[in-house]
């Protein structure tokens, strides 16, 4: 498929476009990883700059970070939470890739400043924190949280210092655009995670309820298992 899209790509994209439904069977089928990586290479794949705006606008349209953020919720089963949590977090390094090779672009990536949008990173924390609490839930929306989280820094072995980074030779440059609105997106996830710390805290300390693990040492109970693991991972993060 990938090579259909890089040698065929105006007559696949607009076959896929003619077909009914097109997002909603992507979405059925978000479970298989063929279909995981159709997606992944619509948005990274289409060389022609228009051509790969008018595919991420039109994705964008059909709010495919909305309905990927529903699959992560506790009425859908683990492989979806799984595997729409993968592509998130997919979609996100590859469209900062995109964005810091491209710096001139006239648009902005609208499927990525959807997803890091402070209303999107509440609808998932709210899929994540509210009715009852599924562990694959958690541990699919913190890999999210931690994907947004992350820095992306302008160069290795660089110290940044306000708008500015020092390289190890110690002169001064202006940081790029796309650094500054990697901060800036940086700030809205941390914006919507601040009202649920005490969630975050709470699972340390008040786990879900497990079975004893029964262990050559000994017995832990409760277990410290994948869930809480995840969490410790997102509390040192703001």
């Given at each position: 498929m990938g090579i259909l899209i890089n040698r065929k790509t105006d007559q696949l994209v607009s076959f896929l476009w003619k077909k009914d439904g097109f997002v909603d069977l992507l979405l059925q089928h978000i479970t298989t990883s063929a279909i995981m990586d159709l997606l992944l290479w619509l948005l990274t794949c289409v060389k022609q700059p228009q051509l790969r705006q008018e595919v991420v606008n039109r994705?964008?349209?059909?709010?495919?970070?909305?309905?990927?953020?529903?699959?992560?919720?506790?009425?859908?089963?683990?492989?979806?939470?799984?595997?729409?949590?993968?592509s998130l977090c997919d979609i996100i390094c590859l469209s900062w890739e995109q964005v810091i090779q491209v710096q001139d672009s006239s648009e902005p990536d609208q499927v990525l400043a959807t997803l890091e949008k402070q209303e999107t990173i509440e609808q998932l924390l709210s899929n994540m924190l509210e009715g009852q609490l599924n562990p694959s839930v958690l541990v699919s929306g913190v890999q999210v949280l931690l994907t947004l989280l992350e820095p992306r820094r302008p160069r290795s072995e660089s110290v940044i210092v306000n708008n500015f980074f020092s390289s190890v030779d110690g002169q001064l440059e202006l940081l790029g655009q796309a650094t500054l609105d990697s901060s800036v997106s940086s700030m809205c996830a941390l914006h919507a995670l601040r009202p649920r710390l005490t969630h975050f805290?709470?699972?340390?300390?008040?786990?879900?309820?497990?079975?004893?693990?029964?262990?050559?040492?000994?017995?832990?109970?409760?277990?410290?298992?994948?869930?809480?693991?995840?969490?410790?991972?997102?509390?040192p993060v703001p």
């Open positions: 994705l964008n349209e059909e709010k495919i970070v909305q309905r990927l953020i529903e699959q992560i919720h506790p009425s859908k089963d683990d492989n979806q939470h799984s595997n729409a949590s993968q805290h709470q699972l340390l300390f008040e786990p879900l309820e497990l079975e004893p693990l029964h262990t050559t040492w000994g017995i832990l109970a409760p277990p410290l298992v994948n869930t809480r693991l995840h969490v410790v991972k997102l509390l």
